[in-house]
């Protein structure tokens, strides 16, 4: 699954690293992202019909949209063209500037609030990890909390002790659906969990424990939520790997 690049909707995840430059699909956050084939074979077809005309971002922004729409089978939002791709990728600003699933509340207010988000976006944001999984050995930590193999008290005790089943030492890299039962649909589920102490990620819970961001969760087991369009430094790709 793809995710927005750090400098906006600009397709700078689809470079390929360079002998002087690791790009952003390099990085740590990024490692276990697929699909970029589809991307890549989307273009070129439009290069075929259309050349130097539709961009990698509009490629990208189009594809997340009908990724999303399929299960309701009719576009849930309008997408306006026109991105351009941007020619600056790199893995060192991603891992600083991509969330972990390690943050507090904190941590992650202060990044959100460095892009000119607030708090009700942190939050809505939030809310992709309806969609996708993670890999046991990311929720390691909550599993094994003060290093004396406690949970992390914020989690549900039956959630938790369900990822201690599927979880051990030797399986880091076991499969953990990041919205259980619902990681392939794209709806309010992520909420209903997290309001249940069920959210997968420490940065997940850490969204709990402010009233504002609490509240917003609550309100979000019923979502509406817009999207914004960022720009950058840009131009459009013959192909999308540059």
């Given at each position: 699954?793809?995710?927005v690049?750090?400098?906006?909707?600009?397709?700078?995840?689809?470079l390929?690293?360079?002998?002087?430059?690791a790009?952003e699909k390099?990085a740590r956050?990024?490692?276990?992202?697929s699909?970029?084939?589809?991307i890549d074979?989307?273009?070129?077809?439009l290069?075929q019909?259309?050349?130097?005309?539709?961009s990698?971002?509009?490629?990208?922004a189009?594809a997340?949209r009908?990724?999303?729409?399929?299960q309701?089978q009719?576009p849930i939002?309008?997408v306006?063209k026109?991105?351009?791709?941007?020619?600056?990728?790199?893995?060192?600003?991603?891992?600083?500037?991509?969330?972990s699933p390690?943050?507090?509340?904190?941590?992650?207010k202060?990044?959100?609030?460095?892009?000119g988000l607030?708090?009700?976006?942190?939050?809505?944001l939030?809310?992709?990890?309806?969609?996708?999984v993670?890999h046991?050995?990311v929720i390691g930590?909550?599993?094994?909390?003060?290093?004396?193999?406690?949970?992390?008290?914020?989690?549900?005790?039956t959630?938790?002790?369900?990822?201690r089943?599927?979880?051990?030492?030797t399986?880091?890299?076991?499969?953990?659906?990041?919205?259980p039962q619902?990681s392939?649909?794209f709806?309010?589920?992520?909420?209903r969990?997290?309001?249940?102490?069920r959210?997968l990620?420490q940065s997940?819970?850490a969204?709990?424990?402010?009233?504002?961001?609490?509240v917003?969760?609550?309100l979000?087991?019923?979502?509406a939520?817009?999207l914004?369009n960022?720009?950058?430094?840009?131009k459009?790709?013959?192909?999308?790997?540059?």
């Open positions: 699954m793809l995710v690049s750090i400098k906006g909707c600009d397709a700078s995840l689809l390929n690293s360079t002998s002087t430059n790009v390099e956050p990024n490692l276990s992202l699909g970029y084939d589809v074979d989307i273009k070129t077809r290069e019909e259309c050349p130097d005309t539709v990698c971002a509009d490629i990208v189009l997340a009908d990724a999303v729409s399929y309701f009719r939002w309008r306006l026109g991105r351009r791709d941007g020619i600056i990728s790199s893995a060192s600003e991603a891992n600083i500037n991509l969330p390690f943050s507090n509340f904190t941590t992650l202060q990044l959100f609030s460095s892009k607030n708090v009700i976006d942190l939050v809505t939030s809310g992709a990890h309806t969609i996708g993670s046991c050995g930590r909550r599993l094994n909390f003060t290093g004396k193999g406690d949970v992390d008290p914020s989690l549900d005790p959630y938790a002790e369900f990822l089943t599927k979880c051990s030492r399986t880091p890299t076991t499969i953990l659906e990041m919205d619902s392939t649909s709806d309010s589920h992520y909420y969990n997290l309001n249940e102490n959210g990620f997940d819970a969204l709990l424990n402010d009233p504002t961001s609490a917003i969760s609550e979000l087991e019923n979502p939520f817009s914004l960022l720009h950058g430094q840009c459009i790709w013959e192909q999308c790997k540059y």
